[in-house]
């Protein structure tokens, strides 16, 4: 449990660090509601200065905070990120979620991907039908934690910022 509680804290930290840094580059934050948070969605980005066409940019926006191989691990990992395709219900995970955009943490920035074209990534190259029972040996294939329904994967955070419309925004 204690485990779980600082995941919980971890992750609210990450948000307000994104929070913060969204603000720093000029876009207004407008934080979630619980059922928008259902959706996979953190925040609602809007950036202050219109386009030249008079647009304001919006964005609805998952954050996830830095996360280690597995839970016995002190350290984080910045090599390898964690995809969720089935949250622990057996539901779609966040990768299926209703945000425009996923902001990884890594230790000195946001990486910032189109869920949808990290999406198209994913279901590309995860072997989804390749099971196995070692968090470090989820590479590419998939992996469910003992007595969940979660089905996940590891990328490598490379992969991610070789995305065609993957930012990164340095905190």
Not at 41 to 61: C, M, Q, W, Y
Not at 79 to 97: A, H, P, Q, S
Request: aromatic share 10%.
């Amino acid at each position: 449990m204690y485990i779980h509680k600082k995941s919980i804290a971890e992750g609210l930290q990450a948000e307000q660090r994104f929070k913060n840094l969204a603000e720093i580059r000029g876009f207004e934050v407008r934080e979630s509601t619980k059922e928008e948070q259902f959706d996979h969605i953190d925040f609602h980005l809007t950036l202050n200065s219109p386009t030249k066409e008079g647009v304001k940019l919006k964005a609805r926006v998952d954050v996830k905070a830095r996360k280690r191989l597995n839970r016995r691990n002190i350290d984080f990992e910045d090599e390898w990120v964690w995809i969720e395709l089935k949250n622990v219900m057996g539901k779609d995970g966040w990768l299926y979620g209703a945000s425009d955009f996923i902001a990884f943490e890594a230790e000195d920035s946001f990486i910032f991907s189109i869920r949808k074209e990290l999406l198209g990534f994913c279901e590309n190259k995860i072997d989804t039908k390749t099971r196995v029972h070692i968090s470090s040996q989820a590479k590419y294939v998939c992996y469910s934690r003992s007595g969940r329904q979660d089905l996940i994967s590891l990328i490598k955070m490379e992969d991610i910022k070789k995305l065609p419309n993957s930012t990164v925004w340095k905190k």
